[in-house]
């Protein structure tokens, strides 16, 4: 789990308006020998001082400091969908159009053929967001600051069979 720590701007209608707080990794190896040092979980909500807002609960309140964990791999799934798609269907829509329009048209028909890539790629990536498996697959939780108990369930495994 990848966690950064917020502070909640306001609450209004179940929505928080968070600010990262604090210095923001990934890891938290980043200043270790062997971390990497470039990945920066405030780089995923824009700008580091850049406020963003989450769904809450009751129990959260402004000016309460939360900690916000983001599942292992969301991230790269989200940008692999996002790039990875566009990019695949560019090409394949390009290599497409060059085939049909082949040989004298085939260029015409390669960049018809790669802009509807893109277009196909862009309704993918506006209609996926509202899907509710893959939501749930990216979903961001939020804690308070000194509530562990999540984080600690986790990571316990059921003892093994004797």
């Given at each position: 789990m990848m966690e950064a720590r917020a502070r909640i701007l306001r609450v209004e209608n179940g929505q928080a308006w968070l600010v990262p707080t604090g210095k923001q990794g990934g890891c938290g190896r980043c200043d270790e020998p062997g971390g990497c040092g470039s990945v920066q979980i405030g780089q995923i909500f824009g700008m580091t001082q850049g406020e963003f807002v989450l769904p809450v609960d009751?129990?959260?309140a402004a000016g309460?400091?939360?900690?916000?964990?983001?599942?292992?791999g969301a991230p790269l799934r989200a940008a692999l969908v996002s790039y990875g798609l566009a990019t695949?269907?560019?090409?394949?829509?390009?290599?497409l159009g060059s085939m049909v329009g082949a040989p004298t048209h085939g260029d015409a028909f390669a960049l018809g053929g790669g802009v509807a890539g893109l277009a196909l790629a862009w309704g993918i990536n506006r209609v996926l967001p509202r899907s509710r498996a893959w939501?749930?697959?990216?979903h961001m939780e939020l804690a308070p600051e000194g509530d562990c108990s999540r984080r600690v369930q986790g990571l316990q495994r059921s003892p093994r069979p004797a």
């Open positions: 009751e129990r959260f309460d400091t939360v900690v916000i964990s983001i599942p292992d695949f269907l560019l090409v394949t829509g390009a290599a939501r749930q697959r990216l």
